[in-house]
T-cell receptor, first 116, second 114 residues
Framework: AQKVTQAQTEISVVEKEDVTLDCVYE???????LFWYKQPPSGELVFLIR??????QNEISGRYSWNFQKSTSSFNFTITASQVVDSAVYFC?????????????FGTGTRLKVLA | NAGVTQTPKFQVLKTGQSMTLQCAQD?????MSWYRQDPGMGLRLIHY???????DQGEVPNGYNVSRSTTEDFPLRLLSAAPSQTSVYFC?????????????FGQGTRLTVV
């Protein structure tokens, strides 16, 4: 079965600190996709990044970076020099085609609070 | 660019009432889905569709019905609302097979059942 675990329920940091949000996944698929979404206090869900199972290259986008490691089934997200605007709930998601069906499964989310 | 449009944004129902949450997308996406978001539970998949005329159950389908008569629309029906269905509901759509690309989400519907 597919599963996404975000063990950190809530993290508080002081502005300008670096913070890493953990995501561990389980799947039997050989081809799958991993995503991160941000949900700011306004409630909408904003796509941040997609990674497929064949691409283990880490990615950096401004202050955001992602570390994908198939060996540990993890897809962690780091924010460098955090800002108050980064305060949000962050969701990791996994998709694949198990048994011929299409599923898009989310973790329970990590609430990040960045304090000024 | 409208993207994914959900209506209504807020709704209060009495136990036993029925209602339909509307979802429409204008991106010609094949894949559409409904999630509910509850505190500490993340987003849980209710139903999904890979194209017009094709629907399937997700993780928490009980108490909800869906249909997909057109590519654009994917309504979610609550036939007899229960307090346990109090939640925030999100509709999403994505292209291709639905699992390869990012999902686009509506603004959400906050439903309270009293």
């Amino acid at each position: 079965a597919q599963k996404v675990t975000q063990a950190q329920t809530e993290i508080s940091v002081v502005e300008k600190e670096d913070v890493t949000l953990d995501c561990v996944y389980e799947t039997r698929d050989t081809t799958y996709y991993l995503f991160w979404y941000k949900q700011p206090p306004s409630g909408e869900l904003v796509f941040l990044i997609r990674r497929n199972s064949f691409d283990e290259q880490n990615e950096i986008s401004g202050r955001y970076s992602w570390n994908f490691q198939k060996s540990t089934s993890s897809f962690n997200f780091t924010i460098t020099a955090s800002q108050v605007v980064d305060s949000a709930v962050y969701f990791c998601a996994l998709s694949g085609i198990p048994s011929g069906t299409y599923k898009y499964i989310f973790g329970t989310g990590t609430r990040l609070k960045v304090l000024a | 660019n409208a993207g994914v449009t959900q209506t209504p944004k807020f709704q209060v129902l009495k136990t036993g009432q029925s209602m339909t949450l509307q979802c429409a997308q204008d991106m010609n996406h094949e894949y559409m889905s409904w999630y509910r978001q509850d505190p500490g539970m993340g987003l849980r998949l209710i139903h999904y569709s890979v194209g017009a005329g094709i629907t399937d159950q997700g993780e928490v389908p009980n108490g909800y019905n869906v249909s997909r008569s057109t590519t654009e629309d994917f309504p979610l029906r609550l036939l007899s609302a229960a307090p346990s269905q109090t939640s925030v509901y999100f509709c999403a759509s994505s292209s291709l097979g639905g699992v390869e690309t990012e999902a686009f989400f509506g603004q959400g519907t906050r439903l309270t059942v009293v």
